[in-house]
């Protein structure tokens, strides 16, 4: 089965940095795009950034200029580096992927356990 599992979350203070990475396992075909989502106490998931394997790249109007998202193909791994971090970024955040299996047709989503950020003002 297919497993995305996050690293890279922590605690830092407001204008700090961190870089996620999720790396996909499993029997895995083929990778059409991966992204971040996140969600804070009290509110939905939402949309972070999404990549695909060519390298398209969407952001969420509150992260561009702040956040860049990139892919290795290679490794099946998304990352996430952000930069000047505010204490509204804090939530967990979660690896997403869809992508195609050996055993069954077509694509889905999978998502990883998901990482804490916490950014203290």
Known sequence: QVQ??????????AGGSLRLSCAASGSIFRINAMGWYRQAPGKRRELVATATSGGTTNYADSVKG?????????????YLQMDSLKPEDTAVYYCNADLSTWAVAGSRDYWGQGT???VSS
């Open 116 to 118: 804490q950020v916490t």
């Open 4 to 13: 995305l599992v996050e690293s890279g979350g922590g605690l830092v203070q």
């Open 66 to 78: 702040r956040f860049t998202i990139s892919r290795d193909n290679a490794k099946n791994t998304v």
